[in-house]
Every structure is written in structure tokens, then in C-alpha cells.
């Protein structure tokens, strides 16, 4: 069993490293002192230890060499339940000879407190949620944890803001969501505007498409573990879905897309998809106007109507914004 004395120690002794990093760094596993036989067992032991301490960040030394090391590092750390996400180190912190690890927190999803995250800042944005809803969020995002670390599917993983800046932030659009609407999500990555409106919204019709092959699988998964009905997932861009849809004439009410494109690239992909009379919603951080100017012309030339409207989430207070759009029929 290898001793943590000498592999559990405080960032604060390489003060050049932490001044030169740009990100929080807890602590430093230097793997130059061990065998290649002792670090599948080190690795995870420290990774544990780190998180019962309450370190949530922490950054692998291996070197560059040709890469072996590093190639066996990150590939155990695929492996490791506790590992939320890992990236090379930025280059004063080592670049390409080290990883930075972030942890998942001891958190329970179940727990009163995630719920009254929930329940109060969607009340505090004018949403009413059930328990019941609220449980089903609680296990979209056990699952989301359980699924980032090879989908790649969220840079977020405290948990607190995984409640905030993706569940509740996804309801805002509700309001403005007819009854019964056909509703499209693009790029919808971890599920997110669309899972959450579903799960309020039962009335909806959502399709949720996605680029990537891995979250696509995501939102399948996710979409048969809650046990929705009325929504599906598809592997598309949404150029193949213009041509899926062409003659068809299914279109969809509501086109909603959070932070994917800037605005007019938005209209660009919504506007062939979206029905005569129907709504494109962008889910927006601020501030907007740039965007809005840039997309002044397609606005003009679609005779779109623009509706904006500010908000930010309670707990964190990050502003955000609200633009929709109706397509006025003809």
C-alpha cells in the first residue's frame, strides 16, 4: 500500500504553480516517484482521499515523454466513477505533461436540499414544480453525471449549479409554449431545454436532435430511464432534418435552442423548420444586443417579431435573456 504522506500534499507549496495556473487547483499527484504496477491502485486511492477531504480539483503530473504515461493516466481515469471531467493542464501548469481532474461532490441528488434548489428557483422565475417532477430531474442528473465523463455532455459538475443553470434555467421558456405544441430542441446535448420542459409540459411533443452520436445515445438513454413518452432523440444536423422533413409538411410550432448559435446562424437552421405561425426561441447569456444587430437584415427580410425579455437565476444571479421570435404566416 503506498503511503498518502507523500502524495497528499497542499498546492500551496509550488506557489509558482499556483499563481500561474488559471484555474483552481487543490492539490498534485506527482507520478515521477512510482512504478507503472503501483498507479492503477494510487490513482484511485488518491482520487478518493482527495474527495473525502473536500478537494474537488486536483492536477496529475506524468511528463510528456511519449505520451505512455499520460495515455495510461487518462484511461484509468475514464474508468474512476468519482472523475467529473479531466483536460490537459494549461501550459504554465504543465500543458501536455499533466491532466487536471475535476471530482464529482459528495452530493445527493435526492436530497431536500437539490429539491429546494429546484423548487425555489423555479418559483423564483414563475414555474410551479411538483415533487414528482423534481425526482425525475434528480435522476436525469445522476445520470448525467454518470454519462460525462465519456460524452462529454456538461462542463458543470457541482451539483447546486447543475440544479440551477440546467434544470431551472430549462423551464423559463415555458410560458411562452403554446398548449400542445410540436416542439424542436436543437443541439440539445445533455437533454437541456427539452427533457426538463417535457417533464412539466407532458402535453408537448418534443423532438430533441443533437450532432454528436454520443449524446444523441445520451438523450435515448435518459428518455427510456424516465420513462417519457411523447419525445424522442435523433442523430442530425439540422440540415438533415430540413431534408427529412421537406414535403412532408410536419413542422414544428416551437424551435428552442440554448446557447448553441448565435442568432442568426439560428434563424438560418429554425426558420425551414419551424411552421408558418410558429415560435424559435433562443436561450441566450447577455448581453444580446450584439447578436440582434448582426441579425437585423434576417430578421427584417423573414418579418419576424421580436420579443425579449430578461431574467437571471436566483441562487448564482447570472443574467440571462430570453429572445423569441414569431413567424407571422403569410
Known amino acids: 500500500m503506498v503511503s498518502?504522506?507523500?502524495?497528499?500534499?497542499?498546492?500551496?507549496?509550488?506557489?509558482?504553480?499556483?499563481?500561474?495556473?488559471?484555474?483552481?487547483?487543490?492539490?498534485?499527484?506527482d507520478l515521477h516517484t512510482f512504478l507503472p504496477h503501483e498507479i492503477p491502485s494510487l490513482l484511485g486511492e488518491y482520487l478518493r482521499a482527495c474527495r473525502a477531504s473536500g478537494i474537488y480539483s486536483v492536477r496529475i503530473v506524468h511528463g510528456k515523454g511519449k505520451g505512455v504515461l499520460k495515455k495510461m493516466v487518462q484511461g484509468l481515469l475514464k474508468k474512476l466513477p468519482m472523475v467529473a471531467s479531466f483536460s490537459d493542464a494549461p501550459l504554465p501548469a504543465g500543458g501536455w505533461g499533466a491532466t487536471i481532474v475535476e471530482l464529482t461532490k459528495e452530493f445527493d441528488f435526492d436530497s431536500p436540499e437539490w429539491a429546494e434548489i429546484v423548487y425555489k428557483g423555479a418559483r423564483g422565475l414563475g414555474v410551479d414544480v411538483t415533487p414528482r417532477q423534481i425526482r425525475l430531474f434528480a435522476l436525469h442528473a445522476r445520470e448525467l453525471m454518470a454519462w460525462n465523463r465519456f460524452a462529454g455532455l456538461t462542463s458543470i459538475t457541482d451539483p447546486g449549479e447543475i440544479a440551477e443553470k440546467h434544470f431551472v434555467d430549462s423551464l423559463v421558456p415555458s410560458p411562452f409554449i403554446p398548449?400542445?405544441?410540436?416542439?424542436?430542441?436543437?443541439?440539445?446535448?445533455?437533454?437541456?431545454?427539452?427533457?426538463?420542459?417535457?417533464?412539466?409540459?407532458?402535453?408537448?411533443?418534443?423532438r430533441l436532435i443533437d450532432a454528436s452520436r454520443k449524446k444523441t445515445s445520451f438523450l435515448k438513454h435518459i428518455i427510456r430511464t424516465l420513462g417519457l413518452e411523447g419525445i424522442e432523440a435523433s442523430h442530425l444536423r439540422t440540415e438533415e432534418l430540413a431534408k427529412e422533413i421537406e414535403g412532408k409538411g410536419i413542422l414544428h410550432d416551437v424551435v428552442v435552442s440554448r446557447a448553441v448559435s448565435k442568432i442568426g446562424m439560428l434563424l438560418d437552421q429554425a426558420i425551414p423548420l419551424v411552421s408558418k405561425n410558429g415560435v424559435i426561441i433562443a436561450m441566450k447569456g447577455v448581453p444580446i444586443d450584439p447578436e440582434l444587430k448582426s441579425a437585423t437584415a434576417k430578421i427584417k427580410d423573414e418579418a419576424l417579431a421580436l420579443h425579449t425579455k430578461d431574467y437571471h437565476l436566483p441562487r448564482c444571479g447570472i443574467k440571462r435573456c430570453l429572445v423569441v421570435f414569431s413567424k407571422k404566416a403569410a
Open 4 to 29: 498518502f504522506a507523500k502524495v497528499l500534499r497542499n498546492d500551496q507549496d509550488d506557489k509558482n504553480a499556483t499563481e500561474a495556473v488559471k484555474v483552481p487547483i487543490s492539490d498534485v499527484l
Open 179 to 206: 398548449v400542445s405544441s410540436r416542439v424542436l430542441d436543437i443541439g440539445s446535448g445533455g437533454g437541456f431545454p427539452g427533457i426538463p420542459l417535457k417533464i412539466i409540459r407532458p402535453d408537448l411533443q418534443v
